[in-house]
């Protein structure tokens, strides 16, 4: 399937030149083919052979073809593939050896897998997950598209600023060299939420909320969340000619 030739291409790109390479690659190939499900894993370096055995009882379980396999010859960060006609789950570590970012795609795009599959197979690997010791899970809540002028990101910058400040929250804001792409971030108590713009439609902003637990999200966490993500909807609707769109 075109969706694994991606995923066999971007592990070849990594090999070769490293995980900023893999970046541009992994998001070319996935432009337009979006997750139906992500999350992510923070573990111990010490756990990793844990994490991957746990992988490959679920993918036994669910009749999943797996491969695991490292991205740099140094063998600090991993992808790991698993593949039936219908789903195809990709982990990989390739920022932070610590996490991995595991995602839930469409083998086919034309056909999707029914929602009540994915979110079965999702919450069978989480289970199958938290039988590590301490493993911390993000899950995203909540999202948000908006989309802004260039000149306007700085408007966002402040709005991001102005929640984190009227609730103590950590607010950081990272920069690509060439000031093109950036990564606005705000962590709290059991949640954090990312802002980012669209590759290949710098206009276009995605702001995701997530939650951080340990077995399950708190009543509270969840409740934060929520209100936080209403509170910057309200937030942003103060930016001239802005459009928001409420996102799974």
Wanted: hydrophobic share 40%.
């Amino acid at each position: 399937m075109i969706s694994g030739f991606l995923v066999t291409i971007a592990i070849c790109v990594a090999i070769a030149f490293g995980a900023q390479k893999l970046l541009k690659t992994w998001k070319a190939g996935f432009g337009t083919s979006y997750p139906q499900k992500t999350l992510d894993v923070n573990i111990d370096l010490s756990q990793r052979e844990k994490f991957f055995e746990q992988l490959t009882r679920f993918a036994d379980a669910h009749d999943f073809r797996i491969h695991i396999g490292p991205t740099t010859p140094s063998g600090d960060t991993f992808n790991v593939n698993m593949s039936r006609k219908d789903v195809m789950v990709i982990a990989n570590n390739v920022f932070d050896t610590k996490t991995f970012h595991i995602a839930f795609y469409d083998e086919d795009p034309a056909n999707s897998a029914p929602e009540e599959t994915i979110d079965s197979l999702y919450n069978d690997l989480k289970s199958f997950i938290n039988e590590i010791p301490n493993v911390l899970i993000t899950e995203k809540r909540k999202g948000l598209t908006i989309t802004i002028d260039e000149g306007q990101r700085e408007e966002l910058f402040a709005r991001m600023q102005q929640l984190a400040d009227k609730h103590s929250l950590k607010f950081e804001l990272i920069f690509s060299s060439d000031k093109t792409l950036f990564q606005a971030e705000i962590y709290g108590n059991g949640f954090h939420m990312t802002s980012e713009p669209l590759v290949g439609s710098p206009r276009t902003v995605n702001i995701d909320f997530y939650v951080d637990y340990h077995k399950v999200p708190t009543p509270t966490s969840l409740e934060t969340v929520d209100e936080i993500f209403n509170e910057f909807k309200s937030l942003l609707g103060e930016i001239p000619n802005v459009t928001i769109t409420e996102v799974q």
